[in-house]
Nanobody, 121 residues
Framework: QVQLVESGGGLVQAGGSLRLSCTIS????????MGWYRQAPGKQRELVAS???????DYETSVKDRFTISSDNAKNTVYLQMNSLKPADTAVYYC???????????????WGQGTQVTVSS
């Protein structure tokens, strides 16, 4: 059973910083991509940032120049450094991974349990 274990959420004032971490709980064959999504109350879940196995990154427009996604392949961990946080960034943040568990397993998407990020004005 693959689990994505998230940490790093919390309460911060506007302009502050947080770093989210997400680690894959077991040894796997390979990762295609990992990313962070967020969902604010009453809104749809949206992609915040993603990183592919080759290192290519992609960001939602409103977080460019403020958030940075990175990965440590040896630790099967992805990070999201969030700077200059705004109240509009308040949401539950979910880690996402597209990976192969091993053998002839298909490419499968997994989700973390979510971590709350609250930015006060």
């Amino acid at each position: 059973q693959v689990q994505l274990v998230e940490s790093g959420g919390g309460l911060v004032q506007a302009g502050g910083s947080l770093r989210l971490s997400c680690t894959i709980s077991r040894i796997i064959a390979d990762i295609n991509a990992m990313g962070w999504y967020r969902q604010a109350p009453g809104k749809q879940r949206e992609l915040v940032a993603s990183i592919r196995s080759g290192g290519t990154t992609d960001y939602e427009t409103s977080v460019k120049d403020r958030f940075t996604i990175s990965s440590d392949n040896a630790k099967n961990t992805v990070y999201l450094q969030m700077n200059s946080l705004k109240p509009a960034d308040t949401a539950v943040y979910y880690c996402n991974a597209d990976l192969w568990t091993g053998g002839y397993s298909p490419l499968t998407t997994y989700w973390g349990q979510g971590t709350q990020v609250t930015v006060s004005s």
